[in-house]
């Protein structure tokens, strides 16, 4: 056999007696598995310790809570500019962009048709004051005759009417003349209100044309800045849920926070703009289901323009809440979890309803109770999943100094 031949070599190569050469070989054959029965037989303790994770009770603190939404940046005014005569521009007084004040001059239309028109209103007024005049003196004379009876009813009526025909004629060319002048006056068009005005819609040299909203020519536009509004949408959802939360037990004694708002532009981290809501629209749109909110801010420096995009968040309340270092928080397909463990040291997972960020440590709105011991440390360990015993380390949590 071929064993047999085996030992046989063995036996000529180490001069040792054929009962021992068999021995050794066998020995050399069957010692790995030997000893891998002896490590299967060795308790799974000795193999490998627990591992190793920090825990800690989550934070309880008293936080605001913050609602954010989407919107942008709207004037509190906005006015178009249009002429209230037409007439051909003259000059534009002013340069595309600039801030003006209510009443500055900004364009003038060619005044010489208008100051003729002036000065023919006022020689309207003057004759009809000499005819007033007459007329006045025309009657006094007809009352003296008639009071001697040498004038008729018939002739002292006509005089007395020819009185009043005077004065209406000199009531009418005074208005006629303050017309005159105020067309005049129109030929300078001012700012209606202070702000940054638009660039020049019309160039000098045209002729342009008064009328109503759509038929006048349109010169430039003018915006307000400081303070400015800033318009978002709010859910229906989220809507209700703060009616329901401000209309709750308790909350007639708490001080009012509905009206308190913070923005940040597009390219800030910080939410650095302060102001307040002072408008909610009556109606929810049924198409997007959305209602239309409004927030007033100050704007000193101007850096705050009407169209610019942004986020807004209103504060909603003040209440307790529980909060965990975002290293505690493991993710599955469905959910996010907080691993906790238990008073016999097994490694438990909780699903969690998270919050947004305060102090530098995640809000836990449901899914974990004051006294659960949160795993803070350690999660890297792929031994520390559900259902393995831990050996903890006490840790703490501590809100993000600033």
Known sequence: MKVFDGCKREQRRAGLRPGAAIGAFLWKALAPVALLAAAFSMPAAAQMPPPVVITSKPLSHQVQRWEEFSGHFEAVKQVEVRSRVSG??????????????????????????????????????????????????????????????????RDIDQRRL????????????????????????????????????????????????????????????????????????????????????????????????????????ADETEWSHQGAVN????????????????????????????????HVQLLSDDRPALLVPDVAIVSDQTSKLVMVVGPDRTVAARAVKLGPIFGGLRIVESGLADTDEVIVGGLANPMVRPGVKVETRPGEIHLASN
Request: hydrophobic letters at 45%; aromatic letters at 6%.
């Open 88 to 153: 051909l521009l003259e000059k534009i007084c002013f340069a595309d962009g600039d801030l003006v004040k209510q009443g500055d001059v900004l364009f003038e239309i060619e005044p010489k048709p208008f100051q003729i028109a002036v000065d023919g209103a006022k020689a309207d007024v003057e004759r009809a004051r000499a005819q007033l005049i007459i007329a006045e003196r025309d009657f006094q004379r007809g009352q003296t005759l008639a009071t001697d009876k040498f004038m008729s009813t």
């Open 279 to 310: 408008f909610m629209d009556n109606q929810v749109n049924q198409r997007s289901g959305t209602i239309r909110g409004r927030v007033v801010l100050p704007n000193p420096g101007l850096m705050l323009t009407p169209g610019v995009f942004g």
């Open 162 to 265: 020819a009185l009043d025909v005077a004065k209406a004629q000199f009531a009418a060319a005074g208005a006629a003349l303050e017309n005159a002048e105020l067309n005049l006056e129109w030929t300078r068009v001012r700012a209606p209100i202070s702000g940054r005005v638009s660039d020049r819609r019309v160039d000098a040299g045209n002729f342009i044309t008064q009328g109503g909203q759509m038929t006048s020519t349109l010169l430039t536009t003018i915006v307000t800045l400081d303070p400015i509004h800033f318009v978002f949408e709010e859910s229906e959802f989220d809507y209700l849920r703060g009616k329901r939360r401000a209309a709750g037990p308790g909350n007639a004694e708490r001080a009012p926070v509905a009206n308190i708002a913070r923005i940040r532009l």
